[in-house]
C-alpha cells in the first residue's frame, strides 16, 4: 500500500501540519485529527506536494506556496 | 507521565526490577514480519504511516526511528541555485535503543518529509518528526536554502544545506540532535553552487565552484531489519550546481543543475537541489520500526 498524505489546514486555509496517513485511518481517528484535512500528493505531475505555510485552493484544489521575497543580496 | 526521550539510549526508561530480569514484550500494529538478526528471531512491526502500536504484554521493545526528510532549496536563476534538504534523523543503529513499554495503546507517527522550496529561491520546509506516544521521538530533517541572502538552511536532525545570511555570509543548517545527525554543507562562492544537506550518517559536502555539495550519507538500517542487503535512511540531499548538481550521499539523491530537483526515495532522505529557477525535490517520509524477541 502506497503511503498517502494528508494537510491539515487552518480556517484560513494555510497549512498547519502535514501527515502520512491513510484515509481509512484519519477517517476512523478523529479525536487524534481534528480540524479540518486535505489530502496531498507527494509525487503526483501536476499537484503540489503541500508544507507547512502553503495555502490551499479550494478553486484548484491544489496548494499554493508562499510568496518568495526578494532576497537581500543581488 | 513518562519523560519524552529525544535522540539518546533511553535507558533511563528501562525500569530497575531487583530480583528479575525484564523480558522482551508482545505487541501488535503496523506491518508484522519474522526476521533473523545475529541468529536471534524477532517479530518487525514496520511502521510506513500513522497507526497504533498496541502492546499486549509489557516488556522491552528495540525502536528504530526514522524522522520525515528535509525539503531541498529552490534555484533562483541562471547564477544561483539551491541547498540539498537534511536527512531525517536515524535513532539509533549504532547501539541498539531499547525501552520498555506498559501494556497499552501507543499513537505512532510518522514523519512527513518536508516540501521543495519553489523556483525563484524559496527555502524548503523541514520534514517533521516520528514518535511512538509520549516516549520517544527523533526530528526530522533540516530544509535547503538557496544561495541568496535572508535564504538559510534549517536546522533539523541534520542540517539543510547552504543559505546566505544577512551579510551574504555562508551559512549552513546545523543538526539539533549530534547524536542522529549531521550538518549541512556551505557554499564556496557568492550566489553560485550550493551545500548538500547533512545525513544521519555524515556531514553534507561543500560546494566548489559550479559544482553542488554531495548530499551526507544515510545509516544502514539493515542489520536492524534484518534485510538482506543494505539499505540507508535518512540521507541528506545533494546541493544544486550551476553546471553539476551534487552527487548522491549513501541511500539520497543527486542534485541537479536544471529541472526539478530529485525528490527523496528512501526512508528520511532529504530532498535534491537544482539551479536555473526550478523547484527544489521533497524530502521522503520517515518510518518507524519496532521489535521484540520471539
Known amino acids: ?67 518568495v521575497e ?3 543580496e543581488s | 507521565m513518562a519523560a519524552r526521550l529525544m535522540g539518546y539510549v533511553s535507558a533511563s526508561n528501562t525500569p530497575t526490577i531487583v530480583g528479575q530480569i525484564v523480558a522482551y514484550g508482545v505487541a501488535t500494529g503496523g506491518t508484522s514480519s519474522t526476521i533473523t538478526v545475529g541468529g536471534q528471531s524477532y517479530t518487525l512491526l514496520t511502521f510506513t504511516s500513522d ?27 541562471t547564477n544561483r541555485s539551491g541547498g ?22 501507543y499513537a505512532v507517527d510518522v514523519g512527513a518529509g518536508g516540501t521543495g522550496g519553489v523556483a525563484g529561491g524559496g527555502i524548503g520546509t523541514n520534514g517533521t518528526e516520528s514518535s ?21 538552511g534549517g536546522n533539523g536532525a541534520s542540517g539543510g544545506g547552504v543559505g546566505r545570511d544577512a551579510n551574504g555570509i555562508s551559512v549552513a543548517g546545523k543538526s539539533v540532535q549530534l547524536s542522529v545527525g549531521n550538518d549541512g554543507g556551505t557554499s564556496s562562492t557568492t550566489n553560485s553552487s550550493c551545500g548538500g544537506g547533512g545525513g544521519a550518517g555524515g556531514v553534507g559536502g561543500n560546494s566548489s565552484s559550479g559544482t553542488g555539495g554531495t548530499g551526507g550519507n544515510g545509516i544502514d538500517i539493515s542489520g536492524f531489519t534484518g534485510a538482506g542487503s543494505a539499505y540507508y535512511a535518512g540521507a541528506g540531499g ?5 553546471t553539476t ?12 543543475s536544471t529541472g526539478a530537483g530529485n525528490n527523496g526515495v528512501n526512508y528520511g532522505a532529504g530532498g535534491g537541489s537544482t539551479a536555473q529557477s526550478f523547484v527544489g525535490g521533497n524530502g521522503a517520509a520517515g518510518a518507524v520500526f519496532v521489535r521484540f524477541k520471539v
Open chain 2, 238 to 242: 545533494g546541493g544544486g550546481g550551476i
Open chain 2, 51 to 77: 497507526s497504533n502500536l498496541v502492546v499486549s504484554t509489557a516488556g522491552l521493545f528495540d525502536v528504530l526511528l526514522i524522522g520525515g526528510g528535509g525539503g531541498a532549496g529552490g534555484s533562483n536563476d
Open chain 1, 70 to 72: 526578494e532576497p537581500a
Open chain 1, 1 to 67: 500500500m502506497s503511503a498517502q498524505y494528508f494537510a491539515q489546514i487552518d480556517d484560513n486555509n494555510v497549512v498547519i501540519k502535514v501527515a502520512v496517513v491513510q484515509r481509512e485511518f484519519l477517517e476512523a481517528n478523529p479525536q487524534r485529527y481534528t480540524g479540518r484535512w486535505v489530502e496531498t500528493f507527494f509525487d503526483t505531475e501536476g499537484k503540489t506536494y503541500a508544507g507547512i505555510g502553503f495555502t490551499y485552493d479550494e478553486v484548484s484544489e491544489d496548494f499554493v506556496a508562499p510568496v
Open chain 2, 245 to 256: 548538481g551534487g552527487t548522491a550521499g549513501s541511500g539520497g539523491v543527486a542534485g541537479k
Open chain 2, 84 to 105: 540539498g534538504g537534511g536527512g531525517g534523523g536515524v535513532l539509533d543503529v549504532s547501539s541498539t535503543t531499547t525501552i520498555y513499554l506498559p501494556a497499552a495503546t
Open chain 2, 132 to 152: 511512538i506516544g509520549n516516549i520517544i521521538s527523533v526530528s526530522g530533517g533540516g530544509n535547503g536554502g538557496a544561495c541568496d541572502a535572508g535564504r538559510l
